[in-house]
């Protein structure tokens, strides 16, 4: 697949769908993707340019890239810009080249004392960025940033605990516009440095034909297996998606490759398109970019990018681990086989040819790694893909000035849903800190569950799911991050198992029905009902969902001390992965009701217990959670081989 296409997939995630120009206006929009390129790299590594101003120019060229490639309906012309487009544009360089020049005017001359003109200015702004919201990324982000600022505006209306007394007009658009608390804020400041820096790094890997070296390595590794397109599938996704960080772009890129060949060794339309869709989405939280949401939450939570990273690399694996011995039960449920080793690549050849290609991800880890910072790595991984490109012997490899332009406007494109979902989601973070209701609804969530973790972590989960449907990566975290954290930090689960909690079912919203994006689009792929896709892709996902519970409950997972000071062992983190992994191993056992042969109901029940008492950390509940798991296993195989050798004796 090219990588055009790659950028359109996308761009599809949760907006109306990109635009596929023509003529003088593809020329104009993919020469400002260009500058917008040019412009990130530069700011982010050759000059000092005051925050607020890259922000601004930041922004303002990332809403001239939405209004270019994103029509305003869906009657609206695919192929040329249109007279809304031009409206809008024009408001776009007005809002932001107003405040770009006055800036200084407003905080130094006038003393930070805005006039009436400043305020139509920030409301021309505001209101184009919505409309860029709208366009990019769908209808829910806006119509939640309407809710918050009339909520901002006429708080003394409100009943019960989300009373407030209120804010001026004037007041509220000073902050959202004229300070670095709104739209111009810590969200756009993250995407404007390293989530734009990933993103090119991303397209550059991508234009050099990364993605096609991960499917064949994917192929190469576990073709043969049992069911093996299923398991190429989640190879395939997790490496695919460990860069783009986009459930829907995974499942686009890579589906289009692992769907067939899951169909062609027998397995169901649904059952092929939901392994991909939940392989997919667990790209979303695999390291190192996790959707950009990483460099988010390393700025919400005050820690290293590198920690979080870190923090992400267990939970990934069990996510993973989890897959691939769900799709093993049900490879051995309906006795399917691997693919012909003649149609198996040759994985010394790969190496040999395009292996290089794998050094600029090893590069971008080292350096992150060594302490370097991640604009660093960003850079570090650019110029590592650009040279491994022309080192590969596959001259095809190669970056040459056409794929450097290519890289460029594939960056333009892949930054817009994400930077504009961050300038919009500032108008959420600046409510939420005005009124202070966020801390309101942490506390009211504890009393109403009466302060019982297990019930906290249920409505909160609940809550993550449905705020974060259609919403991209790093939308659905800054909404999560900001409405639902607190409640888990406020209930007691330390700050970053909080937020890993909070994303994590934030991305498990693409597989859940009704709203499964990644679903639905494996679905079209796989031409099967969009529904019993979704709900096939929930069950063989449904030990990840037990994930985020070990994790709240047992930070070890994280990398994290379980109490404050305590020192982290290589013993307990790998008595803690053992037990982990035991534990998503006996839970996919017993929902897929298979283990060496169907499971009899006592056995699915004990195995599904003793899977939730590794759950819980504590020497007590592992012993008794591994004591059950093993003498059902062994139960069930020693009765296995009894039935077997009766019917050879018959």
């Not at 000092?48 to 060229?61: A, C, H, P, T, V």
């Not at 806006?142 to 007041?171: D, K, N, Q, V």
């Not at 960056?411 to 973070?429: D, E, P, S």
């Not at 195995?607 to 139960?635: N, R």
Request: net charge positive; with cysteine; proline share 3%.
């Amino acid at each position: 697949m090219s990588t055009n296409t790659e950028a359109v997939n996308l761009d599809k995630e949760a907006g109306g769908g990109a635009r596929e120009l023509t003529g003088i206006y593809k020329t104009i929009a993919g020469s400002v993707a260009v500058l917008f390129s040019i412009f990130a790299i530069y700011t982010n590594g050759l000059s000092n340019i005051q925050e607020i101003y890259r922000n601004l120019i930041f922004l303002g060229l990332l809403l001239l890239l939405t209004f270019f490639f994103y029509p305003s309906g869906k009657k609206a012309s695919n192929s040329r810009f249109t007279l809304p487009d031009y409206i809008f544009i024009g408001l776009s360089l007005a809002g932001i080249g107003y405040l770009l020049f006055n800036y200084s005017v407003i905080h130094v001359d006038r003393a930070s004392q805005a006039i009436t003109i400043d305020y139509v200015f920030a409301g021309i702004t505001i209101i184009v960025l919505l409309e860029a919201a709208r366009r990019a990324v769908g209808a829910f982000i806006p119509i939640l940033c309407l809710i918050t600022i009339a909520y901002a505006l006429f708080g003394t209306y409100f009943p019960w605990i989300f009373g407030h007394a209120g804010f001026s007009l004037e007041r509220l658009l000073y902050r959202l516009y004229m300070t670095t608390e709104g739209i111009l804020g810590l969200t756009l400041s993250t995407a404007s440095t390293f989530i734009v820096m990933f993103i090119l790094f991303g397209a550059f890997l991508s234009v050099s034909g990364a993605t096609q070296l991960f499917n064949d390595l994917a192929l190469a590794i576990a073709g043969r297996r049992r069911g093996g397109p299923a398991q190429v599938a989640v190879l395939s996704s997790a490496l695919t998606g460990s860069l783009s960080g986009s459930a829907v772009a995974n499942v686009a890129t890579t589906g289009t490759f692992t769907i067939p060949l899951m169909k062609s060794i027998g397995l169901k339309p649904k059952t092929a398109g939901a392994v991909e869709a939940a392989a997919s989405t667990g790209g979303m939280i695999m390291p190192p970019i996790m959707g950009a949401a990483a460099f988010i939450m390393a700025g919400f939570l005050g820690i290293s990018y590198t920690t979080v990273i870190l923090a992400a690399i267990i939970p990934s694996f069990l996510y993973y681990i989890a897959l691939i011995f769900a799709i093993d039960f049900e490879a051995k449920k309906l006795g399917l086989k691997g693919i012909a080793k003649e149609n198996i690549p040759d994985v010394v050849k790969i190496l040999k040819e395009r292996g290089v290609l794998l050094i600029p991800i090893l590069v971008v880890i080292g350096t992150l790694l060594a302490g370097k910072t991640a604009l660093f790595a960003g850079f570090s991984g650019i110029g590592a893909v650009i040279l491994a490109s022309w080192i590969a012997k596959d001259k095809t490899s190669r970056i040459t000035f056409r794929k450097t332009i290519q890289a460029f406007i594939d960056g333009g494109r892949g930054t817009i849903q994400v930077g504009i979902a961050c300038a919009a989601i500032g108008i959420i973070i600046c409510v939420v800190t005005m009124t202070g209701i966020g801390s309101t609804l942490a506390f009211n969530i504890v009393e109403l569950t009466g302060g019982k973790l297990w019930l906290v972590l249920i409505v909160v989960m609940i809550t993550c799911i449905v705020l974060s449907m259609g919403l991209p990566s790093t939308a659905l975290y800054i909404v999560v991050a900001v409405t639902a954290a607190p409640a888990l930090v406020a209930a007691g689960v330390a700050p970053i198992a909080a937020h890993f909690f909070v994303f994590w079912f934030g991305a498990l919203s693409n597989i859940t029905p009704p709203v499964a994006l990644a679903s639905y689009t494996a679905a079209g792929i796989a031409r099967a009902n969009a529904m019993q896709t979704s709900w096939e892709a929930l069950r063989i996902s449904l030990p990840g969902f037990i994930i985020p519970f070990m994790i709240a409950y047992n930070p070890i997972l994280l990398l994290q001390p379980a109490q404050d000071g305590e020192l982290l062992s290589v013993f307990s983190i790998a008595i803690v992965v053992i037990t982990s992994t035991i534990g998503v191993y006996a839970l996919a056992s017993s929902l897929g009701n298979f283990l060496i042969t169907r499971l009899a109901l006592l056995e699915r029940c004990l195995l599904f217990m003793g899977a939730l008492l590794l759950i819980k950390p504590g020497l007590l509940t592992d012993a008794a959670g591994l004591v059950v798991c093993g003498l059902t296993i062994l139960y069930h195989v020693l009765t296995h081989k009894k039935r077997s050798s009766y019917e050879v004796a018959a």
